[in-house]
């Protein structure tokens, strides 16, 4: 069973930025697709950004132009640079690898 490890989350005023890291215990060379999701206090965990084999990369509306998501297969990482943080962006967020493996969550937190 892989394993995802995040790091990087914390918290951060509204303006700010952070940088999520995800190492996988295996090669991610093959996967199809790793990303991030979210979870907010009483709502339902959603996509914040994928990245796929192809090199594509797909995001929510509510973080384009602000969040960018990059891979590195030689390091088995997936990394979310997440810039100009809103108070509605505070979630735990979750490590994503293709076909359904997952991390145990990492909490931003976006206040002043």
């Known amino acids: 069973q892989v394993q995802l490890v995040e790091s990087g989350g914390g918290w951060v005023q509204p303006g700010g930025s952070l940088r999520l890291s995800c190492t996988a215990s295996?090669?991610?060379?093959?996967?199809?697709?790793m990303g991030w999701y979210r979870q907010a206090p009483g709502k339902q965990r959603e996509v914040v950004a994928l990245i796929h084999k192809i090199g594509s990369s797909t995001y929510a509306d509510a973080v384009k132009g602000r969040f960018t998501i990059s891979r590195d297969n030689f390091k088995n990482a997936v990394y979310l640079e997440m810039n100009s943080l809103k108070p509605e962006d505070t979630a735990v967020y979750y490590c994503?690898?293709?076909?359904?493996?997952w991390g145990q969550g990492t909490q931003v937190t976006v206040s002043s």
């Open positions: 295996e090669s991610i060379f093959r996967s199809t697709s």
């Open positions: 994503y690898k293709s076909p359904d493996h």
